[in-house]
């Protein structure tokens, strides 16, 4: 069964850069049916899609927060990585990772399953 | 960008009730509409995919239909453990959105 799980520091700086990654179990982070994606949600608010990337490094980021953000995938370790930069209070909220099925078509983005357990970034000096 | 608006925000709801939540878009997005459920203090789980296509595991008591604009997610005789938000998501475009949610809540 496909686990995802995120990590990183819970408390970051204004300012500074926030760096998570989510490590990917029970299931192969290089396959062509997936991508991976980060979604937040800010406390008591909804969510909000980040980013997503494909094995091969391809990318699609939320055009909001795209000067910001950057997304990563090390298929040798299992993992893809999200780094958010300048960040502000606007910025805590609990990061998600998630897997997307592929789709043809328009777009290559898809519904997100499964969803790891999210982690709480709070920007605060 | 697709913004999805999802009616009503919040439903208290009697067990055994039948719940209908509506999402609208802003343009066509075809059926590129899924439906999570987040349950407090876990991560969202998927509901429905392609407007009404459905989960392996996923109680038959939810359903979705709708193309074009116009979705709905229905919950056929209401359980306690449904109490949870509902969220819509598009993946028509490359940016992709979720409606803000609607809280059902158990009376």
């Known amino acids: 069964q496909l686990q995802l799980q995120e990590s990183g520091p819970g408390l970051v700086k204004p300012s500074e850069t926030l760096s998570l990654t989510c490590t990917v179990s029970?299931?192969?982070?290089?396959?062509?049916?997936?991508?991976w994606g980060w979604i937040r949600q800010p406390p008591g608010k909804g969510l909000e899609w980040i980013g997503s990337?494909?094995?091969?490094?391809?990318?699609y980021y939320n055009p909001s927060l795209k000067s910001r953000v950057t997304i990563s995938v090390d298929t040798s370790k299992h993992q893809f990585s999200l780094k958010l930069s300048s960040v502000t209070a606007a910025d805590t909220a609990v990061y998600y990772c998630a897997r997307q099925r592929a789709a043809a078509g328009s777009s290559p983005l898809n519904y997100f399953d499964p969803w790891g357990q999210g982690t709480l970034v709070t920007v605060s000096s | 960008e697709i913004v999805l608006t999802q009616s009503p925000d919040f439903q208290s709801v009697t067990p055994k009730e039948k719940v209908t939540i509506t999402c609208r878009a802003s343009q066509s997005i075809g059926s590129f509409l899924h439906w999570y459920q987040q349950k407090p203090d876990q991560s969202p789980k998927l509901l429905i995919k392609y407007a009404s296509q459905s989960i392996s595991g996923v109680p038959s008591r939810f359903s979705g239909s709708g193309s074009g604009t116009d979705f709905t997610l229905t919950i056929n005789s209401l359980e306690a453990e449904d109490a949870a938000t509902y969220y819509c998501?598009?993946?028509?475009?490359?940016?992709?959105?979720f409606g803000g949610g609607t809280k059902v809540e158990i009376k």
């Open positions: 990337i494909y094995y091969s490094g391809s990318t």
């Open positions: 029970g299931g192969s982070i290089s396959s062509s049916n997936y991508y």
């Open positions: 998501h598009q993946s028509s475009s490359l940016s992709l959105t």
